[in-house]
């Protein structure tokens, strides 16, 4: 970070460090209201979304509920320009980490492991512990065509061990390959729509999607273990990252290929599902996850 957004940027981690967390997150937060109660962008699509997702709800707990989904969105945003100068102690004060024991015996079997996860909490910052925890994780993700902001914005998101790995890039498979051979941890998130050639058709809430089935093919190819990681915001103000037991997959894996990738991204989007339903406020409404597959 020696370019002077660079330099900008980690002053201002230091200064959110030493905040209060829940100052840096209320402060974001208001954006959020701003963005869902003034400027009112996407809020149709949002409430839109939880209609079809929580059909039994009434509309007063869908407007609430994206009202929160927004308002941890931004607070999660500002959160995340404290990464760089996050240390020891700050995880020690406002984190949690629940469910270790389920990627410690993953990693057990010497084959990496697949981490599926999806846009809840603040999610950089929550997948900065497990490296910060001596575990080598490398997050499947979008870069930005924008140098400039391409390196700023991944020296943030890396400043604390993350390693990155592009989705559709020349040497994509041969990395992922790597990193598992390593014994890291490689990161799925697999909660956004994804059409052809590289999504499937899926079901999401009931409805159909498209969904990525990339996470499935690696499974087939290496047989690693998938676990479930996911951060939510715990009642007590801490950032909780919770691991799940190791996805069972070997009942959906037959000698049709086509088939059983069909049903390991079914299975994949069913526990993205189950988590969306037990925190909705979590989660990002505002992506348009039920376009049409085509």
């Known amino acids: 970070m020696t370019s002077s957004p660079g330099l900008f940027a980690l002053a201002l981690s230091r200064l959110l460090v030493f905040l209060p967390r829940s100052w840096v997150r209320w402060t974001g937060s208001l954006l959020g209201v701003f963005w869902f109660d003034v ?3 996407r809020r149709k699509t949002m ?3 939880l209609d079809i997702a929580f059909p039994e709800k009434d509309r007063a707990w869908k407007t609430r509920t994206a009202r929160r989904s927004l308002r941890n969105f931004t607070a999660g945003f500002a959160e995340f320009f404290a990464l760089p100068a996050i240390d020891d102690a700050w995880v020690e004060r406002n984190a949690r980490i629940e469910g270790m024991e ?7 079997k010497n084959k990496g492991v697949y981490l599926l996860s999806l846009h809840m909490g603040s999610y950089d910052v929550a997948a900065s512990l497990m490296p910060m925890r001596g575990h080598e994780t490398v997050l499947i993700t979008k870069f930005f065509k924008n140098k400039r902001l391409n390196d700023l914005w991944f020296s943030i998101r890396g400043a604390r061990g993350m390693k990155f790995i592009e989705p559709h890039g020349e040497k994509t498979a041969f990395d992922i390959l790597k990193a598992i051979k390593r014994n890291a941890g490689v990161i799925f998130v697999l909660d956004q729509f994804m059409g052809k050639p590289y999504g499937i058709a899926t079901r999401f809430f009931g409805r159909e999607t498209g969904t990525a089935y990339g996470l499935a093919l690696f499974v087939l190819k290496t047989g690693s273990p998938v676990v479930p990681v996911y951060s939510v915001q715990g009642g007590d103000g801490r950032l909780r990252l919770i691991f799940e037991p190791e996805i069972p997959v070997s009942s959906l894996i037959s000698d049709d290929k086509d088939e059983s990738i069909r049903r390991l991204t079914q299975k994949f989007n069913d526990v993205i599902e189950s988590i969306v339903r037990r ?3 979590e989660w990002l409404w505002l992506h348009r996850r039920w376009k049409t597959f085509e």
Do not use: G, Q
């Open 47 to 49: 409430i839109e979304h």
């Open 102 to 108: 389920h990627l410690v015996e993953a990693k057990k």
């Open 39 to 41: 400027l009112r962008l």
């Open 279 to 281: 925190y909705p406020e």
